[in-house]
């Protein structure tokens, strides 16, 4: 096992990746394929993101299209595109699934802004309880004299510092996205 300050670094690294992810799922103004390549196709008995059952590109500018490999699949993944959260409607051209995007009124780009601020905070509160677990993790350390009360006091600053640049990476893909929603 690394020391709490290593442990801390990888797992804030995820949380971060994770949340960037999260957020590229968010429909902004402009059509992008992390939008659906993760919703999920029951393909023949087996559950799976729509980017393994087909290529999705973008047709400017705001049509999403998605080339099936697989005939059989396209009623499947139509169904699955119109079943998710994200209000599409998916139109069947052969093996291709076209999903236009309209143009996003007020109301919706200001609940999507508040929706990608809640995302935001889940992942800062995720970033605060790694953040008091590598502190334990020091703490128990300093009581079981593995380190000293100067490494102590390294490691926290260390562990600190970590902690405020992964809020402002998470901070800064916010306002990419917002930027994003808004255009």
């Avoid at 029951?42 to 500018?61: A, D, F, Q, R, W």
């Avoid at 959260?85 to 508040?114: C, H, M, Q, W, Y």
């Amino acid at each position: 096992m690394g020391s709490p300050a290593e442990d801390f670094k990888k797992g804030i690294a995820f949380v971060v990746s994770e949340c960037k992810r999260e957020l590229g799922g968010v429909r902004a103004n402009r059509p992008s394929p992390s939008l659906i390549e993760d919703i999920k196709v029951n393909y023949y008995g087996e559950t799976m993101p729509l980017k393994h059952v087909g290529s999705i590109t973008v047709s400017p500018p705001r049509e999403l299209s998605v080339q099936l490999w697989d005939a059989g699949a396209v009623q499947l993944v139509a169904k699955a595109i119109e079943a998710s959260s994200l209000g599409l409607t998916a139109n069947i051209e052969g093996n291709v699934i076209r999903i236009f995007l309209p143009s996003l009124s007020a109301e919706r780009r200001d609940e999507l802004v508040k929706h990608v601020k809640k995302i935001a905070e889940q992942y800062r509160i995720q970033i605060r309880h790694h953040r008091e677990a590598a502190n334990k993790g020091i703490e128990t350390q300093l009581g079981a004299n593995e380190i000293g009360e100067d490494q102590k006091f390294r490691l926290r600053d260390e562990v600190q510092k970590i902690t405020e640049n992964a809020n402002k990476d998470v901070e800064s893909a916010v306002s990419a996205k917002v930027r994003e929603i808004e255009e």
